[in-house]
């Protein structure tokens, strides 16, 4: 007999989360074990129950899922994270891959085409899109960026481990002993280095080479 994966929801619809909880359950091996409308919630179920599945939308009101994958999947390293766009976006998917997600499904897919997608993973198996492949979509890990994470100071790397770890800027500055402002300005030359513009940008670039390069010296 299988395992019962037990399954986290996470979206901003709560009609579309209990319609989706209901085509899991569908099935005999699965259970969802919560639905959460926001990232703080779905970050402490997750730490607390190490979920076998985390089912979530790309993006809340309170912003986009890569800082909440990262804190998320550090925190409870073998959760599966299926990750849902509004439509079939190929350019996401290495990206998050690389952040920690097993997958990424648009979400006009149809029930059968999720429930595959969980059985794969199930088995051990990573299914895509192959109108992805058709496109072009080559799957592979990506060395983009490492110099301009090699140039950031201790103070820099420290301040962006913070982050990644959800701390606000205020803290940041108080543990450091500097004023908000500089906390602005560290962050500024960050995004240079690093050659980002947003937050997001520079949490999903750190968080991948941090993850790169822990990988290569465990």
């Known amino acids: 007999m ?9 979206g901003c619809h709560p009609t579309s989360m209990l319609g989706t909880k209901l085509i899991l359950e569908e099935e005999q091996e699965i259970e969802v074990v919560g639905m959460f409308s926001t990232w703080n919630e779905a ?5 607390q129950q190490q979920p076998d ?5 790309y993006e809340m009101p309170e912003g986009k899922v890569e800082g909440a994958l990262v804190e998320m999947k550090q925190s409870s390293k073998g959760t599966h994270f299926i990750i849902m766009t509004e439509e079939e976006d190929s350019d996401l998917f ?23 997608m969980i059985g794969g993973l199930r088995e051990g198996f990573l299914s895509i899109p192959l109108n992805w ?5 080559r799957p592979m890990t990506t060395s983009r960026g490492l110099d301009g994470l090699l ?22 500055a108080l543990e450091i002993e500097v004023s908000r402002r500089s906390i602005d300005n560290y962050l500024r030359k960050i995004y240079v280095k690093l050659e980002v513009s947003t937050r997001a ?18």
């Open 2 to 10: 299988m395992k019962v994966w037990r399954v986290v929801i996470v």
């Open 43 to 47: 970050v402490y179920t997750v730490q």
């Open 53 to 57: 599945l985390v089912l979530t939308d």
């Open 94 to 116: 290495q990206p998050l891959m690389e952040l920690g997600a097993s997958g990424v499904l648009s979400k006009g897919a149809s029930p059968r085409q999720l429930l595959q």
């Open 133 to 137: 492949v058709e496109k072009g979509l």
């Open 151 to 172: 140039q950031l100071t201790q103070t820099e790397t420290f301040i962006m481990e913070r982050i990644v770890q959800g701390i606000t800027y205020d803290k940041i």
């Open 201 to 218: 940008q520079a949490i999903e670039k750190f968080a991948l080479f941090s993850r790169q390069n822990k990988q290569m010296y465990a």
